[in-house]
């Protein structure tokens, strides 16, 4: 944490100097102290330390300048640092201004002209301001902070990208949070102009889109290497696995993901059948550790980034990413998981994003804070999702088209669920309409075998009903069944264009599509077990196929 600051303003540059040295020489190992003789560059900076979260803890202005008298400073000053304390500088004909300004502005103390010696008439009353500051001050949160509003689309498609991606930052509510108000009017944002990021820097982005914040933050790095080994598609777990096991060994590797890494089982608040975390581990935790062991080997990284088509030319696979930028590779990796199928309910559209999530948004729960809400799907996701926001939810529901959950999700789970109050599960029931003004508020709830339904009150909806693969940008010269999952290895034979399509003389290997060179692990391949473990299994997997294809060409 940097030190609280202790800022003065003088036009007279000598006693300028002065009370600055006399108050380094006493405060420099606590508090930092800035000082300047001009009124523009003081509210320029009180700007710039407020946009960086930095602390004023005593301001000190003399009462005669010639830009703004010093009374006049200190109110001006009061709307960057309300609690900060207040000290006016003046000459013994300056004191009726300074005890009117007591009352008028709260001045903390006026002090006369030279106070000398400063141990006697400067240091024992900036030290008993500063011990009252330091007893209310809280410390501010340094580092990027995101403002807009709680129900925003926008908002919280940023707050699920930075926490994706692992990156530290403070959410404020503008209709809540007195200080984001104040940061916009400070900096002349419109209301229109949220969300908003403030960077530790000072500076600013308005209504920023999530390519515009990655490269800010730097997590839209150029590419380095003109040809690859290998380029992975998708950083869920599988693409992760098979990044430190293609990087590690000696592979030019890219990993290349559209929004954020850990995929399905990176919004998990705690995934405890994993081998070797007998009291588990959350999703993001998980992909931390992942993402750190897969650079530390060298991976290149790219996100967010979106792969638009793959085609053969001159030997080499090139991939045509969003914008039109391409990259040629030995081989491809497809690992880039499934989705959460939309629901197609009334309203459910119209609030996606202010109040209806798909998938866990961890980074909503405290949002959910003594309200109702509702979970709908019986799997896994759905029950580690209901147990983690049961720490903050007055109720949960979690509404399945079945009787129960003994189908659907893991026994661990369902006892879980059993021994937690606050969660109530609803077999055989569906939503039948989302209901709400800017954001949901309403469900109207009933059994999927009668026509009745009633209205309840809804503060939050998550929806986990099933996966649908990432394949859409897939060509039609790699085989995927009528769902949508990719083909591989044998499988990939059984189809009659098969043969129209592969033109080598041995078969694909286990986990290579029927495109040669090009591999699929993970839960967007067919028949894939549709579980952590496994995923991590068949993206490590995939890397040896890689070697030996690349043996061949």
């Given amino acids: 944490m940097n030190e609280p600051i202790i800022f003065c303003i003088d036009d007279d540059l000598q006693v300028l100097r002065a009370i600055t040295r006399d108050l380094k020489a006493k405060y420099r190992q606590e508090y930092k102290v800035l000082s300047t003789t001009s009124i523009k560059e003081a509210f320029d900076a009180l700007l710039e330390l407020k946009n960086q979260g930095e602390a004023v803890a005593i301001f000190i202005a003399d009462q005669r300048m010639p830009e703004m008298d010093g009374v006049s400073f200190l109110v001006k000053a009061l709307e960057f640092y309300p609690d900060a304390k207040r000290v006016l500088l003046t000459a013994y004909s300056d004191t009726d201004a300074a005890i009117k300004a007591i009352n008028e502005v709260k001045l903390d103390y006026y002090l006369m002209k030279p106070w000398d010696p400063p141990e006697e008439r400067l240091f024992p009353v900036i030290d008993d301001l500063l011990d009252e500051w330091q007893n209310s001050y809280k410390p501010d949160f340094k580092g990027m902070k995101l403002i807009g509003y709680q129900f925003s689309p926008k908002s919280h498609n940023l707050k699920e990208y930075l926490a994706g991606n692992l990156v530290p930052y403070h959410w404020m509510d503008i209709e809540k949070n007195r200080e984001a108000q104040q940061l916009l009017e400070l900096n002349n944002i419109q209301l229109k102009d949220l969300p908003v990021v403030l960077f530790e820097d000072g500076s600013v982005l308005q209504t920023p889109s999530i390519q515009e914040l990655a490269a800010r933050i730097g997590l839209s790095p150029g590419l380095k290497n003109e040809v ?197 599960v609803l077999g055989k029931t569906e939503i039948k309409e989302a209901m709400g003004e800017d954001r949901i508020e309403q469900v109207r709830i009933g059994r999927i075998d009668r026509d009745e339904s009633e209205t309840k009150v809804a503060d939050a909806i998550y929806i986990f009903i099933g996966s649908k693969p990432y394949t859409d940008w897939i060509g039609e010269e790699i085989i995927r069944n009528d769902k949508g999952f990719i083909e591989t290895g044998r499988d990939a034979q059984n189809y009659e264009r098969f043969k129209k399509i592969w033109k080598l003389q041995r078969d694909p290997y286990l986990l290579e599509t029927s495109a040669h060179g090009i591999f699929a692990a993970g839960d967007v391949r067919a028949n894939a077990m549709n579980r952590v473990a496994s995923a991590v299994g068949e993206g490590s997997m995939a890397i040896s196929f890689v070697h030996k294809y690349l043996a061949e060409v």
């Fill in 228 to 424: 690859y080994d290998v380029v992975i598609i998708g950083a869920g777990p599988a693409g992760l696995a098979a990044s430190v096991y293609g990087a590690s060994e000696g592979l030019k590797t890219l990993l290349i993901e559209r929004h954020s890494p850990g995929g399905q089982a990176g919004t998990s608040s705690k995934i405890e059948n994993y081998l070797g975390f007998p009291a588990g581990l959350s999703g993001s935790e998980l992909t931390r550790r992942a993402l750190t062991q897969s650079t530390r080997f060298g991976t290149e990284f790219l996100s967010p980034q979106d792969v638009r088509s793959i085609h053969e030319k001159d030997g080499y696979k090139r991939l045509v990413l969003e914008g039109g930028i391409e990259i040629n590779t030995r081989a491809v990796v497809i690992t880039t998981g499934v989705d959460y199928r939309k629901l197609d309910t009334k309203g459910i559209e119209q609030f996606t994003g202010a109040g209806i999530y798909y998938g866990a948004a961890m980074t909503e729960a405290a949002s959910c804070k003594d309200k109702e809400v509702y979970i709908v799907g019986g799997g896994n996701s759905a029950g580690q999702a209901a147990m983690y926001l049961s720490k903050f939810a007055r109720n949960i529901y979690i509404v399945i088209r079945k009787e129960d959950l003994v189908s659907s999700m893991s026994s661990y789970l369902i006892d879980q669920i059993k021994g937690t109050r606050n969660i109530q």
